[in-house]
């Protein structure tokens, strides 16, 4: 258990957490009237965790310029979701725009490079973790990090909900930066971890 942070809420203390189940990073969140504990597990956690069968081999090349994509599972992927795809040609980061079939899905973008072979991938594949917690008497607002769905690249995130225990990722808003082409050279374009607020 790695706390991530720590914040105070009507008199409550609420700390978010990474914890490891051996394959991906996912967020839990414990409770405490007093700063220096005893803390309180929730018995809902992990109430952030990635998406898993979100990740698959591309079915078919993708040409320059397109924005279908085909796969395995398109129901694994969500509308409005930002993805990665990835192969020999590079990285690019697309949101999806539509489930068109079994196997099929379109992108908002059309690519910019052709894809021979590879993967494509939610954001939400890889490991997340918490970075700031923000609630306004009525929602819930837990801003992120998602990282190891491709390798070398991180994303923000946001979900928010009623509770902590309702969370849902806020698809049309992963990532909040940069949502483009990923090129290699930019210097923010790979890592956008620990961001905060204020």
Not at 64 to 82: D, Q
Request: contains cysteine.
């Amino acid at each position: 258990m790695l706390p991530r942070l720590i914040s105070e809420i009507d008199g409550q203390y609420v700390m978010l957490y990474n914890g490891y189940d051996g394959s991906k990073i996912q967020t839990g969140y414990a409770t405490s009237s007093c700063f220096l504990g005893p803390w309180v597990k929730s018995t809902t956690n992990p109430i952030l965790k990635p998406r898993p069968l979100a990740n698959q081999a591309l079915a078919a090349p993708v040409a320059k310029g397109s924005n279908v994509i085909t796969m395995m599972m398109a129901s694994a992927f969500t509308v409005g979701e930002p993805i990665f795809i990835s192969s020999s040609a590079g990285v690019e980061n697309l949101r999806v725009k539509a489930i068109v079939n079994a196997t099929t899905i379109t992108t908002t973008e059309l690519t910019t490079m052709a894809h021979p072979s590879g993967a494509v991938a939610s954001v939400l594949s890889g490991s997340t973790g918490p970075n700031q917690l923000v609630y306004d008497g009525t929602t819930y607002r837990v801003f992120g990090s998602a990282w190891n769905a491709v390798a070398a690249y991180e994303v923000t995130t946001l979900a928010e909900g009623p509770s902590l225990d309702s969370l849902q990722w806020k698809m049309d808003a992963i990532p909040v930066m940069n949502f483009s082409t990923l090129p290699t050279t930019d210097w923010d374009s790979r890592s956008q971890e620990n961001l905060k607020f204020v």
